[in-house]
């Protein structure tokens, strides 16, 4: 076990999670966006924030930024305002659901017009990523249909690897294009990429730079997610995550609240494939959004969820669990793993955090810190920011 | 047969349902709200509105209100305008869930006098549905929390029952208080009344004017819901249905969209226990909006789906279904099901319909009439209705 | 802390699950039951295994039975043989659904005829209870239909209220009639008790001696079966648990092997109302078979899961949780809540068992013992129970 | 219309539909499994059946047979009593969930040995494919895992696709592999192909000749299934339905009597594609049992329900469809399409099959026809038919 422990710390140390600029913001539901003290105005401040939490966890050295909300005129000063504070710049984040050009579909509209703008806002994705120096392009696309015979369903498969086809063009060799699927909304008939088999159709059809992105929360009720984890392990196909969790419906709780156990398989099936080394290719972001509890807590309570699940599937004694799964013993593989499952690893993160000169507990550190109490008194006036800014 | 279908002219004649005010506005999802031309800007257009769609189908005599979006200064006036229009007003519906007091609940919530001001609110309908000649004060309670722990689950149905009592006890002889279930959303980990035996529950300790509200939007996937509409039936507590429907997630799609066949076994149970005529309590409403179909149009397409459905229902066979069913004929029972099912009852309402003096295709009649065209050129200025307005 | 560790210590002293006689026995899918070495040939070896599990879990000491597969022609001899082996009898469980009369029913059965033999069988399971010192007469509603039309629901809840009347009529003054509702299986379009409302309606009509069983993997995808919980203890309706869990159908695997988190939460409903105490009137059973796994090193691990689940509630810190709820700290509460169930409570359970001189681990005292290998090379000839017998 | 209706009729006639022999044996649940008077006893009473099926509907001329269940000493005499009887023998289907060496698995299983095994019962269905003229290898594999950690994901994946490699190898140029995939069931944590995903990821390493079949039963709730078809047909992947349907669990109802508008959705794609031809390489199966119903007529049934669907996808006036498409206007392409499902297509398939000499009602007149009198009477003693023989 010691070895174990040891094994872990030092992959635990090398572990980095990125965040999305959007969590900082106002969010909520259909219903009601409700606001909070202390949110940021403008993308500057958004970064600001998200440096805050790899201050307080030294986990989250990226920001994922999304276009056209984290729009500035000069994208140069933005990523030295990151590099100044401590963070880069992630994933470039495209927007293909707030236009009213959009309302039957961007990339697969039937309109080649709608196409070509949706097209040409990837490019100017690019350009932010070659100004920002990020080297993913996330594209989860939102089209659907919410009536039967709405549209025709593979007219708008070709439409779409068209489009892509166009975008993927415009890469730069060290780029990538992250493809996500979704379930369900915000159409509620079809969407255009629901599942990982047609996200991974299409990147199969695009290339080497093409790559899915998962995200947590985009799948029909009860489906096996870290089997599609291994699935695109196996194929080299896993692009990046996009933690956040879900009861039933939306994908915004934090990561791990819903099923700390279901993370816990996710995080054991990348750590068995050995894909947590950064080079592994796969980058672990969050896309999640706080609608009724504070933004920066919510960020370092998710952060701090993703290492402990980590941690965990770290410490599964992988030889006792592979003998045995080959000779049989079902009850004594299960408990191999539940072993490091009910494993308190907060020691472990807080050995970590400490030998890293970081605050053995993140999140109380972070509320006795009163940074909180000093954004909400200092960024008075002004739009807060939210989606749409 | 012909008897069948006598008996099912005389019926459908008779039918009504009532259509929601804000299925007039705009609508959307989180991500986007589609403006469209012709939208109300105020009460008085919502009802024109609605009475247009009464005047195209016969069948929606009545408007829902929805306080404080409904709100007027003069209240006997807008019943005025709905009689003038030749509709009236139905039920009145309460807002929990706009308000930022609201973030941590509103009847359930802790504290005393946000409870006391979402009593006061429905103090404020229920002056409304005086003054407008409504009977039924709709409640479907927006609370729930995001992440367990968040609040005791127990506690909170005490506040409930409690602040449900207060809102009783203010009711009228005549009048009704009708309870709507729903499964999620807007809060993500409970409801705090989430299924029919909750709603139902709190019906029973109110007393003899208090009813459940089944909206078929608001079930966990897979449900039966004619079971529960024949449960509530039996022991006489089904109030008022909010007719819409969903493949997955959200609840707005015209009803009989995503699954034309439930819609029917929903029907066949309202036939079988003799619960379509007007004096069974039964109130029958629409309760979806239209988030990028036209709304006249989508309204007509719902009274015309939810007359199909029962019309087919008023056509099974009864006699040869309760021999088939008491013969254990498992196929011969269900085909005489099917049979009505399988039957084009569109020349049937046509047949009403003109008897009525009313078009055999209300759809294709208002498409013809220009009116789509005359408000969007009439309504120009002005704030469009939507949710909150 | 060391408050609640005490606490929950002599709470955890005086839990008790009941292990169903069926575990011991072979079970499987409709595919394929799978046949195991050393599996008891009569209701006496189940029995003796059931004991097995309590000698070293200490916290196992009542074995539900099943008519008629544990029938045998001296009760008061079983009973005096589980006496002798430290365990008692619990709950007799009916069974409707192996008999060729059942195919369409059998308490809702369209024919008088079969519904009196169903009855006529609780009878004689009463009998059982009467002869075995049983309190609780456990019903199983396993009626529905198959299709739409194949029957009337509505008469079905008739049929069903009168023959419950006349089992209830049998009961003695000391006995319970607990109602099982199941979402779906052995029928498919309904499910005659398929929900808790269902079940609470009945047995609210039969009176004070009846109460509703949840089955933890009962119900819809995505249901909150903790709110459930919380509101049938709210009402004093909450006789019994059937644990076991599911990841999407069947219901048989290992109680907390599919959402450990799950369990959790619903053990925090159990104590936050104070209702593990043995006097609550909450029956704890098992109700799980083992299709791949060994049975008695499966129902050890169960009941491990439910105590461990248990120790975790049982160290929910009430005070700091309570306090962050009422201020409205929504990642407070949620951390008070998570503190436990990240807790490794596996030494605080060791530390029980072994100031009971029971071994520390039992999962793997039993694996040591011999004691399958014992049984396997004795219980050699004969037919190894399974469903039907 | 008229053009329309010619088209559909001249479609229709060229329909095939495949039927299963085990649908004419005994089936049920894990509870109970019914028998009924006139089932087969031997593979040529059931290939009998299936041609009673095919005289009285002219649409079934095909049937699919299982190995081991259907084997005999001379599948020369079987294909030549088909022949006889007016059918042709259709896919094979192997079976891998019956042997106890399968308990963890067949061509996934850790066990080379018990992997070998399965491919060489692969061979010996090929071997029946050469003798009885069928072409299609069909492979509905069962294996999976009930236990988090129970066995390793991707080396599953892995032994898999070396099995399939060995499998496929075997083919003969004119035969196709046909890979099956299933959401959950006979195991309940992972499936080894749990999705179209993961079928056509093995069938593209597989060749030209591994086809994907879709089984309509098979996916997690709400699962847009009419999407996987429009995809699998875009990529020339679909090589076969299973046909059945499932309100929650199992998957043995009668097609479209769960939901018959996806049905209608599904064979709206198909036509769209052009690929109801029988040149198209879709194979059309049923695959379903009957619990409660009885077998011949749920068969017709089964039939006339796809054939319903299919003419009223032959139906949708695809100009209307196509122009209100293009046009964004929602309703009026929703219209399109519901016109079409909203027709009583009834009649047209009663003048399709008495042009054809056959009843035009092929249900009533099967009743009528005394054969389900004639078997019952006729087929005494012997083992009826089921899984299992």
Redesign the interface.
Known sequence: MTDLRGQALAALATQTIELPSWAFGN??????V??SPGVPRDPFEKISDAAVVHRFTGAAPRVSLHVPWDLVDDFGKLAQHAADEGVSIGAINSNL??D?DY??GSLTN?DPAVRAKAVAHHVQCIDVMRATGSTDLKIWL?DGT?????????DR??RLAESLQQVYAELDPGHRLILEYK????Y????DI?????S??HCLALGEQAMVVLDTGH??????I???V??L???GRLGAFDFNS?????DD??VG?????QLF?IMN?IV??DALRPESGVNFMLDQCH????KI??QI?SVMNVQ?ATAKALLVDRDA??T???S?D??G??????DA????V?PLLAELRESQGLPADP?RAYAASGHAEQIATERIGGQQAG?GA
Chains 1, 2, 3, 4 share one sequence.
């Open positions: 969010a909520g539901t259909r219903f009601k409700f606001s659901f707030q009213d309302k039957f039937a939102p919410n009536y039967p015979g709405q549209d025709d369903i593979r498969q070709e379930f369900y909304e915000p509620f008939y079809t969407m629901p599942d990982w088999g047609t991974l159709l799948h029909a009720p009860n489906t096996n870290e089997f599609i291994a699935q392990l196996r194929i879900r009861f039933y419906g939306d709780l934090i609240a819903a099923d700390p156990f398989r099936e068995r494939a609608n009724i509890e504070p807590p919510g309570r402990e669990l592979r045995a799964q080959r049989g079902v009850l593989a299960n408990a191999a793993l539940m499952y009910n494993t308190d907060r999140y989606w």
